[in-house]
């Protein structure tokens, strides 16, 4: 609706714009014309201004622009291995640092699947030889059912399991939160998963800086979302506001302005996003995060 609202006014602008320019317009009518043209020029910067799709796009375009610079190289010790230890007895960090975690994509298996394909990157940098098909299988479901009643959508809790259908868009279906994936990782590394959920992002810096990448959740913008993108359901739980923009990714560094992932939904490795955004997303989300020791 946002993007057909531009169009028009776009449309009428250039017309009547058009009109005037090569004095196609009687003289009686001219000012009304001229009145009108600044009118869709308002009703058109009004939309790109008050629509969060469109300013996302924007800050889209944006964001590939600044991917596509030269990154500023780290030190040659920065570029470290698992076994490499960056945090000393003090919990000192690096202000730069890159891991390389091995990038898995989620499609086209499992298009729901951002959740469990992280956890396997977190997995495999353990030297935990699964799958994300595997952790497809064995993850924990919700099997409530979709409904829509009295225009209120009763369906799962995604703390509780999967909810929804992981491999078919066309289904209803959601996601996952920490709390079944942190259970499911527990059982490929007892004892050694480490739960950051509600922690300072700081803490997620420090765990990167020794060495462990950390699997999260976040959205698809990678910044903070208008509140028209949530909606509330009811579940066996409770009540529970949830957005379709939710994400999961590997992050794999940071630097002093940004956050690098896997991200397993576009298939890039060490995709990078504005630092403070990035931390705006995920704390939005519910601040949840997961690695290991």
């Known amino acids: 609706m946002d993007y057909i609202l531009v169009y028009i006014s776009a449309f009428f602008i250039i017309l009547l714009s058009t009109l005037l320019l090569f004095k196609k317009v009687h003289s009686r009518f001219r000012k009304s014309v001229m009145v009108y043209t600044l009118l869709f020029f308002i009703v058109f910067c009004m939309s790109l201004f008050l629509s969060p799709e469109i300013r996302h796009s924007f800050q889209g375009l944006v964001a590939r ?35 390389d975690a091995l990038l898995i994509s989620q499609l086209p298996e499992l298009p729901r699947g951002c959740e469990v394909t992280s956890l396997a990157m977190l997995l495999q940098y353990a030297d935990v030889n699964v799958g994300k098909v595997e952790l497809a299988e064995r993850i924990k479901r919700d099997p409530t059912p979709y409904k829509v009643k009295n225009g209120q959508v009763f369906f799962g809790h995604p703390n509780t399991g999967f909810v929804g259908d992981m491999y078919n868009i066309d289904h209803p279906g959601y996601g996952v939160y920490y709390k079944p994936i942190m259970e499911l990782a527990e059982e490929y590394l007892p004892n050694r998963i480490v739960n950051l959920t509600g922690k300072e992002f700081s803490e997620l810096e420090t765990s990167v800086s020794n060495g462990n990448p950390i699997w999260i959740i976040t959205n698809t913008w990678y910044s903070h979302l208008p509140p028209e993108q949530f909606q509330t359901w009811n579940t066996p739980v409770g009540e529970i506001e949830i957005t379709y923009r939710e994400h999961s990714v590997l992050i794999t560094g ?23 955004n990035f931390i705006d997303a995920w704390v939005q989300m519910g601040s949840q995060a997961i690695t290991f020791k």
């Not at 040659?76 to 890159?98: P, R």
Request: charged letters at 35%; zero cysteines; aromatic letters at 8%.
């Open 65 to 99: 622009a600044e991917a596509s610079l030269p990154r500023q190289p780290l030190l040659a010790d920065d570029h470290m291995s698992k076994s490499t230890q960056l945090v000393n007895k003090n919990g000192f960090k690096k202000e730069e640092v890159m891991l």
């Open 254 to 276: 940071y630097d002093r302005h940004y956050v690098y992932f896997n991200d397993p939904l576009t298939g890039e490795k060490d995709k990078r996003a504005p630092k403070q």
